[in-house]
């Protein structure tokens, strides 16, 4: 409808707010109320994204109550609570989640068609919030979701990074980074905790007093300011937060008569900016000097925070036992990004608290566990001593002392994957297999696949102006684009497929089966093969997806802007997928997980880790791109040839009914138990 046709409709309708609304009617007028009395744009509008805002408030009003109550049950129960630190989370979009989990979609949807829209029109104007580059944010989102689905008392922290994933733009050059202020308009989704703040110091000096103590004194002090996103669980009241901060400088810290001499960049200014862009890169190497600010400014702010909790919920009793610190508290890092906080938690127990390093040291043991992510030594992170003298003087004090006392007795460190092959043949051979062979499951099996194929091939379209085939086979490869997950490989093979499909006769060609190659994802900025492997990709589609002869048999798609919301219409629709990285290189991998849950097969690498963990030892053996791509081609003819829809469907089918250990819920049920040692607390 046009503009005026939308202002009738709401004029219809009264604004009222009703942060509770259940049925559609008072639903529409809580979102015409938003529209009217929590305007962020000029009046007399209604537009898709006008609609979208005042939705999102709508449901952020559903929210707001069972998250207070979350908030305050948590604190009168005080129970052992874990907090997640991460530097990246990628989170996507919210409003389909929430309303999902909330089960109040049908309502919303019958809410917005009063007022003249589509639900799936206003969700598609959200921006996906992406803090995060690939893997390692997008399992942390997926853990805070099972977190709050579990009701386990578990919170996020992470930075409020003004600039998140840049924008993948596709030139004829090939890919062009668009910085993406996803805080442009507003986020409905952040409360602003004003009063939550915290100091954080950088560079100074350590003080040594005359009993032998020691304090962490001048330098330079900006504050941590708390914002909260609301994080709700599926089939639960419980609503946790993921709690991100925002550096800011205080009005004292800014020098007025510099500022009028024309320094524009004083040091309260440059420190603003400390969260102003998420690293960009997923698995590399920075050694860049923000970036370790960053990470600090995290893990001290987050700390702080929690000491504040923990001291909050004493209950009346004046005198602390810091004992009791690791069964009230859990502190998981995302990988080796927030370490620092091993060091500012004995800093605050000891130069703050006052506590001995004995007692200091074995409450941080108890309190802090850490996940590797990663088996590129290019992805450690790594600062020269000067600068970490100069940034963290007293931090590097109590570095040097564990390196003392532990570097002789550490021998723990636990990774993201494990296999447990018996545990899959075991669920895989369950009850669901005879639902495979049962008459009607694989046609609608059938029929839903192709639905979210259609529904694929349309983004396609109106995203890269080529049209595909649904009825092909949807062959995907879809991940941050890095030389050892062997992008390039696939490519070869499919331009290996397009030379094999040139030299067939027309008759041949008739029997192949007709195939779409997708393959998406973003390349850091100055990695320059990864890059060219982007503009590769495209180029070989532009070629191969114009030639009449063979277009209608093999299309070539590079998937611009690969995101969390691309993924949601990706996955769906896929029937083959790669996870070819370089055996020994990718610490787990996550999308394959995604793909088998969604009845895609997979082609992947088996990888030596595995084989060795099935103690058979095999003999490293590297081989040059052309050994591995006639492995490769092997394994894609032969996969080509059990292409009977039949056969594949079952397959498909077994895939899902398989793939149920690869459920996060499981995961973070199994951190709960074994690492975190925390209880479910859900509201009353
Ligand atoms: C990242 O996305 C991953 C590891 C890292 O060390 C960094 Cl900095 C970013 C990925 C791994 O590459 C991937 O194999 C793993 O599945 C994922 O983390 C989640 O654990």
């Known amino acids: 409808g046009s503009t005026t046709d939308r202002i009738k409709i709401l004029e219809k309708i009264p604004p009222v707010a009703n942060p509770q609304a259940k049925d559609p009617a008072a639903i529409a007028s809580n979102i015409n109320y938003h529209a009217h009395y929590s305007p962020h744009f ?25 998250w207070n109550d979350t908030y305050s049950h948590y ?80 919170w996020g922290y992470g930075l409020r990074y003004r600039y998140g994933l840049f924008k993948q733009l596709m030139t004829k050059t090939g890919q062009e980074e668009i910085a993406e202020d996803w805080l442009e308009k507003f986020s409905p989704w952040e409360i602003p905790r004003h009063d939550v703040v915290f100091p954080i110091r950088f560079f100074g000096q350590v003080e040594i007093n005359p009993n032998g103590s020691r304090k962490w004194i001048g330098g330079e002090v900006i504050q941590a300011a708390a914002y909260d996103v609301p994080i709700p669980g599926y089939k639960t009241k419980d609503t946790n937060s993921l709690r991100l901060w925002e550096a800011k400088a205080r009005a004292e810290d800014f020098n007025l008569f510099e500022f009028n001499d024309g320094k524009y960049e004083s040091a309260a200014l440059l420190h603003s900016r400390i969260c102003a862009v998420l690293y960009p890169g997923d698995a590399t190497e920075d050694g860049k000097l923000l970036r370790l600010k960053q990470q600090y400014f995290l893990c001290s ?35 080796t990004h927030p ?7 004995m800093r605050l127990l000891m130069d703050d608290e006052g506590l001995g390093w004995d ?84 046609a609608e099996w059938e029929s839903a696949k192709l639905a979210s194929k259609q529904q694929l091939a349309n983004y396609v379209l109106q995203v890269t102006g080529v049209s ?43 029997k192949t089966t007709p195939r779409t190659i997708m393959i998406g994802g973003k390349a850091f900025a100055t ?11 495209s180029d070989v589609g532009a070629v191969v997806n114009t030639d009449p002869e063979v277009n209608s048999f093999l299309k070539i798609i590079f998937v611009p802007n690969y995101n969390v919301s691309v993924a949601e219409v990706l996955i769906p629709g896929s029937e083959l997928s790669q996870h070819i990285s370089t055996a020994g290189m990718e610490a787990s ?96």
């Open 42 to 66: 000029s009046p007399y509008k209604f537009e898709p994204e006008q609609a979208f805002y005042a939705t999102a408030e709508s449901v952020r009003d559903q929210l707001i109550k069972q």
């Open 75 to 154: 604190h009168k129960v005080n129970p052992k609570q874990t907090y997640y630190l991460s530097m990246e989370y990628l989170q996507g979009r919210a409003l389909t989640n929430a309303v999902g989990n909330l089960d109040v979609q049908d309502a919303y949807a019958n809410a917005l068609k009063q007022l003249g829209y589509a639900l799936e029109e206003i969700t598609e104007q959200e921006k996906d919030a992406a803090l995060g580059n690939g893997g390692l944010g997008r399992l942390a989102s997926c853990f805070l979701d099972s977190m709050a689905t579990l009701s386990l008392p578990a």
């Open 301 to 335: 702010a987050s700390l702080q925070d929690i000491i504040t909790r923990f001291k909050e919920r004493l209950g009346g009793r004046d005198k602390i036992l810091w004992s009791e610190f690791p069964s009230k508290v859990a502190v998981q890092l995302n990988d």
């Open 339 to 345: 370490t620092l906080s091993i060091p500012e938690l």
């Open 359 to 442: 007692e200091a040291w074995d409450i941080t043991n108890r309190t802090i566990a850490y996940t590797n992510h990663t088996v590129l030594p290019e992805a450690l992170e790594k600062w020269s001593q000067t600068v970490m003298w100069k940034l963290l003087p007293r931090h590097m004090e109590i570095i040097e002392e564990i390196d003392k006392r532990v570097r002789y007795t550490l021998n723990l460190v636990n990774g993201v994957a494990q296999l447990h092959s018996d545990i899959l043949k075991a669920e895989l051979f369950s009850d669901y297999v005879k639902f495979a062979d049962n008459s009607e499951l694989p």
């Open 468 to 510: 595909i085939d649904p009825n092909s086979l949807f062959d995907i490869q879809i991940k941050r684009i890095h030389e050892y997950k062997r992008q390039l490989m696939n490519i070869m093979g499919a331009v290996y497929r397009y030379k094999k499909l040139k030299e067939m006769s027309p008759e041949e060609r008739k």
């Open 527 to 537: 990695y320059t093969n990864a890059k060219r492997i982007v503009k590769l990709v």
């Open 589 to 684: 991998g996550t999308s394959n997980m995604k793909f088998a849950l969604n009845g895609c097969l997979i082609i992947g690498t088996l990888d030596e880790l595995m084989l060795k963990s099935e103690k058979k030892l095999v003999k490293k053996i590297s081989l040059f791109l052309v050994q591995q791509l006639t492995k490769f081609l092997g394994c894609v003819k032969k996969e080509s040839k059990d292409w009977d829809r039949k056969k594949w469907t079952k397959m498909s089918i077994l895939s899902t009914a398989g793939s149920g250990k690869f459920s996060s819920d499981r995961t973070i049920g199994q951190y709960a138990n074994e690492i975190w040692k925390i209880d479910e607390c859900p509201l009353p």
